[in-house]
């Protein structure tokens, strides 16, 4: 935030030193169109004096009077002029070097046939007052905006966001227990609510996935002690052949059922462990109501449109009937996503289409991916755990996204299925789930 801070003290500066350089060039610009306005007037003073003698034949006795005539002749003053003062031309040298002498103001001599005029001035080195106040009370106004904007900004967007920014460090290194301040900012509100549901989301599972691992260590621990009484047993019973404590046939066909019965035993508790070792590692919430199918399939063209003609695969959502359905909306996208991820990760990028209808034993949504390179003896394992085809090449993945897609669509109360199509001796990869109707 101190660099911020720097930025919003140094913006203010520059707006203020700004100001005060256009201030300084109306100061500047004031004075000089002042020296302009008193020259003008001196110009039109001494056409009107001579204008006046050549009318009257004698020279006007002071400015109110060569005022008071221009007055008449609807004639504005003349700006900047403060006097006029006239003598003979053949005054006595004393009256011309008295008329002559230092004047409190400045002047200028004007000459004519009979006269000299003394026409004293005072130049205006003022700005106009009113442009100065239309700057100023402009700039004031734009300084208080940007003021506003700057620390407005600073309050409701980048301190909360410097806030925030170490939250997503905080979760990945597993700090899940504290959670996030309520804050009112309209901004970030909704992003604190989403973070702080996160948050306890993975709270939740990392509770529930220790839980899981205490449980499967416990079974392990708890097998294996159960294996050890009838491998204890196979191993005395072994060692009693070995040293021919059995004489009697009888006996050693006794034994060697014992020991048949605890093989089986042991079998068994294989077969436990295997069946634990498969049970469903992922826990998913799944919350069923009512919506409509355009919902989603809405949400799927608006998200895969862009994406597709970007790899250049011609992807197809067609007509569909927007039925109500029973379901969790946002897992249902999250099933429509990873099958068509898996369309476009294994397919030949050809063509990718959606169909959607209602059907007598529910809402069918179909997702069909050109270029299926999977092995007919596959399809029955494709949705197991960690299953990953003869297709997959090179390509990354855990095995996982199907087995995903099918444990929430069970959890829907759905059913999904796949099955490879043969048409025009192309093998088509088809995917359908299906859904209640509400």
Known sequence: MKKIDRFIWLVITGFLVLTGLVNGMLIWGGASDGGRFYRVSVNRIKAAVRAYELKEGRAPDSLDVLLQKEKEEEVKSYPGITGLYPITVDAPKEELAQFLQDEPEDYVILATKQYYYRITYKADNTVNKKIFFIVNGVAIVMFLAMLFFLLYMRQNLLLP?????????????????????????????????????????????????????????????????????????IK???????????????????????????????????????????????????????????EVLEQVREYYMEKMA???????????????????????????????????????????????????EGYEISVSSTGCELLTKELPHLF????????????????????????????????????IREEKGERIMVVNVVLRLA
């Open 161 to 233: 966001f410097h806030q925030f920014a170490s939250i997503p460090y905080e979760l990945s290194k597993g700090n899940l227990t504290i959670p996030l301040k309520e804050h009112k900012n309209r901004y970030f509100g909704k992003y604190i609510w989403g973070m702080n549901l996160l948050r306890e989301n993975l709270e939740e599972h990392k509770v529930k996935e220790l839980e899981l691992q205490k449980e499967k260590k416990l079974l392990l621990l708890s097998l294996s002690h159960d294996i050890k009484t009838p491998l204890s047993a």
């Open 236 to 294: 005395l019973y072994a060692k009693a052949l070995m040293r021919g404590l059995y004489k009697d046939e009888e006996r050693k066909q006794e034994i060697a059922v014992h020991i048949n019965e605890k093989v089986d035993e042991i079998e068994a508790y294989i077969s436990e462990i295997v069946r634990a070792s498969h049970e469903d590692f992922l826990h998913f919430d799944v919350n069923n109501k009512e919506f409509y199918a355009k």
């Open 310 to 360: 970007l790899n250049q695969i011609d992807f197809e959502i067609a007509p569909y009937d927007n039925c109500l359905l029973v379901g969790d909306a946002d897992r249902l996208l999250e099933v429509l996503q990873n099958i068509i991820e898996n369309g476009i990760k294994y397919g030949d990028g050809g063509q990718i289409s959606i169909r959607a209808n209602r059907e007598e």
């Open 384 to 419: 197991d755990s960690f299953f990953r085809g003869s297709n997959v090449g090179k390509k990354p993945g855990s095995g996982l996204g199907l087995y995903i897609c099918r444990q929430l669509v069970h959890l829907m109360e759905g059913e999904v299925r796949a099955f």
